[in-house]
């Protein structure tokens, strides 16, 4: 038989050529602002998730021009709902950092292209690729798992090794002529034949000699060497306000959801106790409040995180003299300028209907 790694990328080719139907509208782009764009949204999100935020930011911020001009409350705002919000952060600063400094031009090489904040090896890759041609593999979770069954690989994908191997088989296979396509196309294929349960091998190209299928190990590749450890934190929220006012602060530690807007939290290290009247009252200082209601406890999974929120009512004695470290207060017609957390945001809207 042939070297599968011969005929890999002409098969790969051949298949997005006659049978990828994946539309998307940053699909075929050669603008670098918008395939960075949509590279940032994409980052651990679905595509069908962030396809209305990439369009939201094309039609906002059409250009990396506009994009530098914006506030960053703007960028938080639109971004809000999606997650992982460094993203937002260092698209906004890397746009302000194009104009000051690249005179608004991207730079051309995968090596300048890295010297970007928030711009990885895989980014640079697929900006270098698509927009200037140039040969550059991106490796991703749908490419490693492609790979990983293909060619039976089973270094774990990460560690240090398995990282470099990886990324030099994928170096290795690139289609010298077409490094943009095959990109776009291994995407693709890992996402729409190559998944990871139930993988579609009866129309596979590579079925001949896909080492996964063909000696049965599809559900025991890639392998992955470290366990992912969940830390679990308890966001105990208050919800202080008058009839028209509410408190509210920004995020500024260098923690999750960094430059977004909160109700003042009370964390813990376990869920509150019976007697929370008594940490809440330390926490605020001891001024004089009641607690009205509070809610169930919810839970909203992060990659490494497990978060816990419950939302607390607190009646202030006096409200319009109260004041608290870091907070400031709005009026509550005013919550929708503000991008908050997503369960946050949920109850806000539920609460207020704003
Ligand atoms: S044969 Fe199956 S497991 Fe192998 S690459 Fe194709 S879809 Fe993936």
Known sequence: MKD???QYASLLLKWNQKSNKRIMPWKGEKDPYLI?????ILQQTRVEQGMPYF??????????AKLALAKEDEVMKLWQGLGYYSRARNLHETAKNIQANYKGRFPETFIELKKLKGVGDYTASAIASFAFGEKKAVVDGNVIRVLARVFGIETAFDTTTGKKQFATLAEELIDEKEPGNYNQAIMD?????????????NNCPFNSFCIGFTKNRIDELPVRGKKI??????????VIKSSSQILIQKRTASDIWKNLYQLPVLETSKPLTKNFHADIAAFLGNKQFV?????KATVQ?????????RFIDIEMKDFKKFSFKGTQKI??????????????HLYLNEKFLF
């Open 189 to 201: 294929f890992g996402a729409t034949v190559c998944t990871p349960k139930n993988p579609d091998c």
């Open 55 to 64: 369009l939201n930011f094309k039609k906002n911020y059409p250009t990396v």
């Open 301 to 309: 999974m992060l990659t490494h995180r497990k978060i816990h929120f």
């Open 331 to 344: 009026k509550i017609s005013d919550l929708n300028k503000f991008a908050f957390p997503k369960t946050i």
């Open 291 to 295: 607690i009205t209601s509070y809610s």
């Open 4 to 6: 599968p790694k011969k």
């Open 229 to 238: 450890e969940i830390k679990e934190r308890y966001f105990n929220y208050l």
């Open 36 to 40: 960075w764009l949509s590279e940032i």
